[in-house]
């Protein structure tokens, strides 16, 4: 007869949610690979203190985004530089956020309209009271020193 081991357990319990089938909670964390794919020149330019957003080769309708075909006539687009210079279209002060901007709150986003471009370019706005801002507002684009080739990299200051 074999001699009773007992290995050493927990006091840890398991989070049930159903019992046939089981289903229960189960703690899920990994890093992964991501790829911007065609988006990547953006986001280099971003670390370069450029705006990049896309032209479409025949129709000429400008995008203040990475966009590789035309959503007007569906041609493909090439790369363009943005001016780093544009006007607040809109804007919304946020009380609450998503959990990787909750401590942040409360910030403003803005659209940014800049001249000869068709549409819009979301982004942040920083040293501007909520009360401040105003539609028509000019403002300056800025890059973090340190960029992390994410969206957040670039964020708009009022024109000084
Ligand atoms: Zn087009």
């Known amino acids: 007869m074999a001699k009773k081991i007992r290995i050493p357990e927990t006091d840890e319990g398991t989070v049930l949610y159903h019992i046939d089938p089981i289903i229960m909670k189960w703690h899920y964390e990994i890093d992964y690979l991501h790829s911007y794919a065609q988006d990547s020149p953006f986001f280099a330019g971003l670390s370069k203190g450029k705006l990049l957003g896309s032209a479409c080769t025949r129709c000429k309708t400008r995008f203040a985004t990475p966009r590789s075909h035309c ?14 210079e544009g006007k607040v279209h809109t804007f919304t002060t946020c009380y609450f956020g998503g959990e990787a901007f909750l401590k942040e709150t409360p910030f403003t986003l803005i659209l940014v309209e800049f001249r000869g ?9 920083a040293g501007a009271a909520s009360e401040e801002v105003r539609i028509g507002m000019p403002v300056q684009a800025q890059f973090l020193r340190n960029s992390k080739f994410k969206a957040t990299d670039v964020y708009f200051v009022p024109k000084g």
């Not at 007007?72 to 790369?79: L, M, V």
């Not at 471009?117 to 706005?125: N, Q």
């Open 71 to 84: 959503m007007e006539c569906g041609a493909k687009t090439e790369w363009m530089e943005l001016p780093l």
């Open 117 to 125: 471009v068709d549409t819009l370019f979301l982004s942040r706005l």
